[in-house]
């Protein structure tokens, strides 16, 4: 990348040019440990706000839920917050099975969304644990 600097004529000021098309490089992102999730359970009508340390399961009613990952952009950027969930349905008497695998966004939450009959769940916002 070819960087420039330009004086500005009279002012004494300097002007950074980069070449057209090019980007500033993204920040990265935070890798937080505590996943906040939203819960809904469709038949009593129940929202809970559950707290999931990343790497440690977490039960909401037959659900079992492992935030894997929990990313949130940098507070200069747009607001957005990730999370990589696998959530398994454990009924007993029966083997678990696997409801959904993947990210989750706290922005568009019917991006990838969770297929159930009973429980709905949601990234929140990602933060420190305690």
């Known amino acids: 990348m070819i960087r420039r600097l330009i004086m500005l004529a009279g002012t004494g ?3 950074l ?6 980007q500033q490089p993204p920040m990265p992102e ?6 906040v999730l939203g819960g809904l359970d469709k038949i009593t009508a129940r929202v809970v706000t559950i707290e999931a340390p990343v790497g440690e399961p977490v039960r909401f009613g037959t659900l ?14 747009s607001p957005e917050s990730a999370a990589f969930l696998d959530i ?18 706290a922005s568009s939450p019917a991006l990838s969304a969770m297929e159930h009959p009973v429980y709905d769940i949601w990234v929140l916002d990602c933060r420190k644990g305690r």
């Open 30 to 35: 935070l890798s937080l440990d505590m996943a």
């Open 13 to 15: 000021l300097f002007l």
């Open 64 to 77: 079992e839920v492992v935030a894997r990952a929990c990313k949130k952009r940098r507070p200069e950027e």
């Open 88 to 105: 398994w349905d454990i009924k007993q008497g029966q083997p678990a099975q696997g409801v959904f695998r993947g990210w989750m966004f």
């Open 17 to 22: 040019a980069m070449p057209a098309g090019a």
